[in-house]
Antibody, heavy 119, light 113 residues
């Protein structure tokens, strides 16, 4: 049973870079799946951030593309998110999620990690 | 971009009664080559991540109770809870994956008793 677990700093200063990691257990990140990041501001809905394949191929939400970088570490079976030039608007719960097949729904989600942007 | 809307924003249903949530996409999410609607439904309880309920608009995820059903095609979709249980109190989101690799979610519908 594949499980996902997010980790990273819970507090980031404005203008800084948010860095999160999603560890994949019970399966391989090199499986035929895309790996996604989704965020949820307090009391609001879900926003897709982007996705990455184990080859390193990425796709990002156009609204965040200029600030987002994703990477894969196959040796550690994990993938990462960097979001630069953060503001208070980036305060959210950040989830990682597995896309079941290419171009499919998200069938497995991490528990989420709260990131607050504040000085 | 495909914009997803949901109605109502919230609803209150008595235990054992039917709950109906609507989702509309700004353009069709029906892929003609395979006749599949690229639409999913998720349930999110407080403090928890979203949980996949329905994919391909009407296919129930393994382990999801059969009181949950999805219907619709093209641009108009419905999630129905046939007999609301206390544990169904949650926010429900629709999501399109037609425009993959760009995904969009609806704003959510809150279901209460």
């Amino acid at each position: 049973q594949v499980q996902l677990q997010e980790s990273g700093p819970g507090l980031v200063k404005p203008s800084g870079t948010l860095s999160l990691t999603c560890a994949v257990s019970g399966g391989s990140i090199s499986s035929n799946n895309w790996w996604n990041w989704v965020r949820q501001p307090p009391g609001k809905g879900l926003e897709w951030i982007g996705e990455i394949y184990h080859s390193g191929r990425t796709y990002y939400n156009p609204s965040l593309k200029s600030r987002v970088t994703m990477s894969v570490d196959k040796s550690k079976n994990q993938f990462s998110l960097n979001l630069s030039s953060v503001t208070a608007a980036d305060t959210a719960v950040y989830y990682c999620a597995r896309e079941r097949d290419s171009g499919a729904a998200f069938d497995i989600w991490g528990q989420g990690t709260v990131v607050t942007v504040s000085s | 971009d495909i914009v997803m809307t949901q109605s109502p924003d919230s609803l209150a249903v008595s235990l054992g009664e039917r709950a109906t949530i609507n989702c509309k996409s700004s353009q069709s999410v029906l892929y003609s080559s395979n006749n599949k609607n690229y639409l999913a439904w998720y349930q999110q309880k407080p403090g928890q991540p979203p949980k996949l309920l329905i994919y391909w608009a009407s296919t129930r995820e393994s382990g999801v109770p059969d009181r949950f059903s999805g219907s619709g095609s093209g641009t108009d979709f419905t999630l129905t809870i046939s007999s609301l249980q206390a544990e169904d109190v949650a926010v429900y989101y629709c999501q399109q994956y037609y425009s993959t690799p760009i995904f969009t979610f609806g704003p959510g519908t809150k279901v209460d008793i």
